[in-house]
């Protein structure tokens, strides 16, 4: 600027001071001016900051309190989902004890229809031992007069009596090999030898006594497999019931623990939508944050740019107005002081 103005005054052949002097003046308007419409510009822009940032921290204040909404209905949704899996947990450790117990229950009654099965075959072999060894007897005996004194006469020759006394002699022997039926084969066993002594001694009235020794076993093992039945009976309603009352408690269990689960997975979707809602909350509070971070830095930067335009505009405007003043008080020394300062090295464009 002093250049020019130098230049100005060497090179004006009219009224360089009136020149000069107009010269400064517009430079000074031409500052202000400058500096008035960059003002106006610069107070537009931080307005445009302010209204940023009330909407950055509005949608922020909103987002965070979102976000510790949804916080606090998960910590208060985690908690009941943990205490209703405690809970399924317990049914399902009852329910397998319970499952454990009628297995065990049903192993038992397996068990027990399966010896009652052994006891029945038994009994079934020992009865159609005795029944045939009868059958021998009332198939090829001869009975002259069949009733006698209401009594009856059985007479049998010494071939049946053989037959039926290796017949029983025979079966005695598979008897005594028995698990349940043992004491049978030692009757059986006494009736071979009895009936062997009949045939021996030919005594027809003690072939009548051998017949209803038959008679009173074959009557004796059925009473005797009559209880069995009767006790096989009970075992089996006992079971019946019994299974029945665990079935009812297996059938609560499953509904209990049916209806936890269902709880359950309700509880898994609502803490999932939630989870999920929070992290695009969370996300969205995170790009609100780093766009106004971002905004303050680009607003910050343009006020700082802004003060170090201002700054410079003021120093140039005050050298104006210094050259004024000089030329206000010492016209004659112009000429000198502009060469002093050219000499100091002040020099701008205009």
Do not use: W
């Not at 009559?226 to 509904?255: G, P, S």
Request: aromatic share 6%; proline share 1%; glycine share 2%.
């Amino acid at each position: 600027m002093i250049d020019t103005i130098a230049v100005q005054l060497n090179s004006n052949t009219g009224e360089p001071i009136e020149y000069l002097f107009d010269l400064l003046h517009d430079l000074e308007d031409r500052y202000a001016g400058e500096q008035k419409e960059e003002d106006q510009t610069q107070r537009d822009f931080q307005a445009h900051c302010d209204e940023d940032f009330a909407a950055f921290d509005q949608d922020i204040a909103s987002s965070t309190k979102r976000s510790s909404d949804l916080q606090d209905i998960l910590d208060a949704l985690i908690p009941v989902r943990n205490q209703k899996n405690g809970q399924r947990n317990a049914k399902n450790i009852n329910r397998q004890e319970l499952q454990q117990v009628m297995d065990a229950t049903t192993n038992q009654r397996s068990e027990e229809a399966a010896v009652y099965e052994e006891k029945r075959q038994e009994f079934e072999f020992v009865s159609d031992v005795l029944a045939a060894a009868r059958r021998l007897f009332t198939e090829n005996s001869v009975a002259p007069s069949f009733l006698q004194a209401g009594k009856e006469q059985v007479h049998a020759n010494p071939q049946v009596l053989a037959q039926v006394g290796t017949h029983l002699n025979t079966n005695a022997a598979k008897i005594n090999k028995m698990k349940h039926t043992k004491s049978y084969g030692k009757a059986i066993k006494l009736l071979a030898s009895l009936t062997t002594r009949v045939q021996q001694v030919a005594d027809q009235e003690l072939v009548g006594r051998v017949v209803k020794l038959i008679d009173d076993l074959q009557a004796q093992l059925n009473a005797s497999f009559d209880l069995e039945r009767k006790a096989e009976d009970k075992r089996i309603v006992a079971f019946n019931q019994y299974m029945a009352l665990l079935t009812k408690d297996m059938n609560k269990y499953n509904a209990q623990i049916a209806q936890l689960d269902a709880e359950i997975a309700s509880l898994n979707e609502r803490i999932d939508a939630t989870t999920n809602s929070k992290a695009d909350v969370d996300q969205r509070l995170n790009d609100k944050q780093q766009q106004r971070d971002d905004r303050d830095t680009e607003c910050n930067e343009s006020a700082y740019d802004y003060q170090a335009r201002r700054q410079q505009r003021d120093s140039d405007r005050g050298i104006v107005s210094q050259l004024i003043q000089v030329l206000n008080t010492n016209l004659r020394g112009l000429r000198d002081y502009i060469a002093l300062r050219l000499a100091a090295g002040d020099t701008f464009d205009y």
